[in-house]
């Protein structure tokens, strides 16, 4: 696991990039010209004594960073936000469903710490870019957490994609196919669903508050741009709720047909057992042990017997077709 200290100085209109270490870190934050971005990627006690003795955090708040975080949410320490929101996660238990990571956020006046135990690739990308060009971590803290967060949520439009063309297949195998499997399909969609809405709903609310200027730490230029990742994300919600209708409606239409499956198994078992029944019954009279009984010593009396119990057959058979019931 690594620690990696971002730093850029502005003076007289450039922007330094600065190579720092952990031991810097007081010095870079007393710089009022100096910006710092901390991302940690581990729970050791590098950490938690950044966060602890560098930092100031209260303990309590170190412990929810180090917890897994079911929901996204945001809470303002007056000289700070610390913020939860999830994204995508790229460790796949292999079980199908989607699954979501959350990434912490400590957001100062001049500093912003990630951390994180599952990698994203949007904090990769804020990575490379503040390392190409320094004067975008001079631009501000929001600023780049505004980057960060933008690239999560940008990660669900691709995926509601491939939930749509999941929800297809699943409408288009109820009618074709059943048994377990489907079954099984439709599970793993609606828990996803589930999933999505349960995370979805708390960060359309984050990033409600972090657009219409409820914090000062977000500067006035930007919070469109916390708007416009907002946009976004009711658009997935909405999206999201258009599926899970679609998927109560498949349940619902994966129900009715396998009832209607066995009704029709129903019926051809019923049709038979009623043919066979007078057939039964034939058989059984004939087959008691009396010694007078008519036709008992007719020479043809199994052929007379046989051909009784064909006419009989046939004439339920052709009645049931005539009443179309098979």
């Known amino acids: 696991m690594t620690t990696r200290i971002h730093a850029v100085r502005t003076e007289r209109g450039e922007h330094l990039r600065l190579e720092a270490t952990v031991g810097e870190l007081p010095a870079l934050l007393a710089d009022p010209a100096v910006i710092v971005w901390v991302d940690l990627d581990s729970q050791d006690g590098e950490t938690k004594r950044i966060l602890e003795d560098i930092f100031e955090f209260h303990p309590l708040l170190v412990e929810d960073a180090f917890a897994d975080a079911t929901t996204p949410k945001i809470e ?12 995508l996660s790229d460790d796949d238990p292999g079980d199908g469903e989607v699954h979501t990571a959350d990434l912490d956020l400590f957001l100062g006046a001049r500093y912003l710490i990630t951390h994180y135990r599952v990698p994203f690739a949007a904090v990769a990308e804020a990575r490379d870019r503040v390392t190409h060009d320094p004067s975008f971590l ?42 377990p499997a489907l079954l099984e399909r439709i599970f793993r969609m609606k828990h996803s669903l589930q999933r999505l809405r349960r995370v979805g709903m708390h960060q359309k609310n984050l990033l409600s508050r ?7 730490l977000i500067p006035d ?6 708007s416009d990742v ?13 599926y899970n209708s679609l998927m ?28 066979m029944l007078p057939l039964t019954f034939i058989t059984g009279l004939y087959g008691m042990n009396f010694e007078y009984m008519p036709y008992l010593h007719f020479q043809f009396g199994f052929e007379l017997a046989i051909g009784v119990m064909l006419l009989v057959a046939a004439t339920m058979f052709f009645f049931f077709r005539r009443r179309r019931w098979i």
């Open 248 to 275: 109560v409606s498949a349940m619902d239409a994966y129900l009715s047909v396998q009832s209607h499956r066995l009704n029709e198994v129903m019926r051809v078992l019923t049709v038979f057992s009623t043919v």
């Open 76 to 87: 303002s320490f007056g000289d700070h936000l610390y913020l939860i929101v999830h994204g």
């Open 230 to 242: 907002h946009d976004h994300m009711v658009r997935v919600m909405d999206l999201n709720d258009a």
């Open 138 to 179: 001079a631009r501000g803290p929001a600023v780049l957490a505004h980057r960060i967060i933008d690239s999560l949520v940008d990660e669900y439009l691709p995926l509601m994609e491939k939930l749509d063309a999941e929800v297809d297949g699943i409408e288009a195998a109820i009618l074709n196919q059943g048994g």
């Open 221 to 226: 230029a930007v919070r469109p741009f916390f």
């Open 210 to 216: 972090l657009a219409h200027g409820e914090f000062a």
